[in-house]
């Protein structure tokens, strides 16, 4: 795909007319637009082979973030999300990284940790030297459970074995398999090799093994992202660019110090990165674990990007665990994430992973810039008081009526919603 991302005007065009953008742009079929319009796609009957006591299907708005380029490529970002302003924020901040030259990221092998406790061991510094000795056994062992991904050049790469020597119930032993899980995120695949290779752990130990489960911690599996923007493009209404910029840098250094401050300016980051997992089909509770405890990585929660001032340029990185697949899972299940993967045209996971953490970067750069200058609720307003209008009860034309009363007396509130509501039901 070498179109472009940058789309002027595509959220004035009515729904069908943004499908039928989408189909032209990414050579969709009829049926792949209907599974992204939510004409078609998951229906009760897959969705009851996918989870237990199934009911019905759940839905959730999905938009297309634009403007995105990354490596020097352009990307329309699938985003599965109910928060208003998250989708508007990503394209936005898009646009302003696009004129520093896009976004530049990089990651690591997909490295995923899968741990197994072992207890009951008589002397662990002992039991860890005989499990090291016989690494090359027991990688060969967890090799042999999925002969699939090991011919796609995946597969247990190494092991480690850490003593913990104060947990609550005296020592154990935590042996970690690192494996490459290519492009599935890799939970089911890792657990396997574990389940396998766990009675010889034990055996090698002399110990009892219990938990066999990857760690979502996925800190050899890191995605990054740059981004540059130019000052000058920072300025609107009457803060200029260099004072939005400064105002970004003492922001994030709010999140860097302050753990309280960090939760909301990580969730900000969350905010697009879950919305691009979900759409995709991942695990988000994954990506969120992941995501905190690397944050806390240090003893102390801290913000998982960064901003500084360079000359005329903000520059902002972002850096997290990203175990996200392009197969397994619900990636090729789920109607909709198999279309949104088309969309975006990733190739890889480590691509997914990466363009993930260009969105996450975006979205983080959306809520400085607003928050460092007029507040986020200007912007957030007319989003926000629609969402009440609605859940007041109002359809078709009244919401916008419901909506410009609540604006312009500035009171946003469910009860107002329902007053105004009641009142203009009983004029017409
Ligand atoms: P999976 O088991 O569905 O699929 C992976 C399989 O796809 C591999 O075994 C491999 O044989 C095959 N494959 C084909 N082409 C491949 C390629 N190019 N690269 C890699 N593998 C390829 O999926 P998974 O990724 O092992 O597990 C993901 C699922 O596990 C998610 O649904 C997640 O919710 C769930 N899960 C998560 C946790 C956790 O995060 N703690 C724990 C258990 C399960």
Redesign the pocket.
Known sequence: MDKSSRLTGFYKLSLAERVDWLKEFAGLTEEEAKALSGAAGLGPDQADHMVENVVGVFGLPLGIATNFVINGRDYLIPMAIEEPSVVAGASFAARLVREGGGFVTVSDEPLMIGQIQILDVANPWAARFELLAARGRLLALANEQ?P??VR?G?GARDLEVRVLENSPVGPMLAVHLIYD???????????TALEAIAPVVAEISGGRTLLR??S?LADRRLARAKGVVPVQSLAHGEFSGQDVARGIMEAWAFAAADPYRAATHNKGIMNGVDAVVIATGN?W??IEAGAHSYAARNGRYTALSTWHVDGNNLVGTLELPMAV?I????TRVHPAAKVALKLLGVAT?RELAEVIAAVGLAQNLAALRALASEGIQRGHMKLHARQVAIAAGAEGELIEQVVQVMIREKTIRLDRAEAILNKLRAES
């Open positions: 999925d699939v991904i796609l995946g899980a290519r492009d599935a995120m890799g939970a089911n695949t890792v657990n489960i990857l979502n695990d509770r994954a697949g197969v397994g899972g619900a996971a």
